[in-house]
């Protein structure tokens, strides 16, 4: 039987702004109301789960995530043609590729 030891995690969530609903509600404003109060309770939920398990959270803005290592600091370079992976870009400086969404997560 295996055992794993449980080193470190942390809970990144974003903070997002806005989402569109694709609902029939027509007012923009009881649109955001309704996606707001839905998002903050689920973000509640995780936060005190997690902190319950003694998981770190981290809340984080997301905008520009896509372009910005997450180890260095620096400039995250796709290939401007798209080239054979065009959602995979290359550290500037530590020349580590990163998939545009798959440390977001």
């Not at 027509?26 to 398990?53: C, G, T, V």
């Not at 180890?71 to 020349?95: F, L, M, S, T, W």
């Amino acid at each position: 039987m295996l055992s794993f030891e449980l080193l470190s995690i942390n809970l990144y969530i974003d903070l997002l702004n806005y989402l569109h609903l694709g609902c029939s509600l027509k007012d923009k404003q009881l649109r955001l109301r309704i996606y707001r109060s839905a998002f903050s309770s689920m973000k509640n939920a995780i936060i005190e789960k997690a902190r319950e398990f003694g998981v770190p959270v981290i809340l984080v803005n997301p905008s520009h995530t896509s372009t910005v290592c997450p180890v260095h600091g620096a400039k995250i370079v796709y290939q401007p043609d798209g080239g054979n992976a065009p959602r995979v870009g290359v550290c500037e400086k530590g020349k580590e590729k990163w998939h545009r969404g798959g440390y977001q997560l």
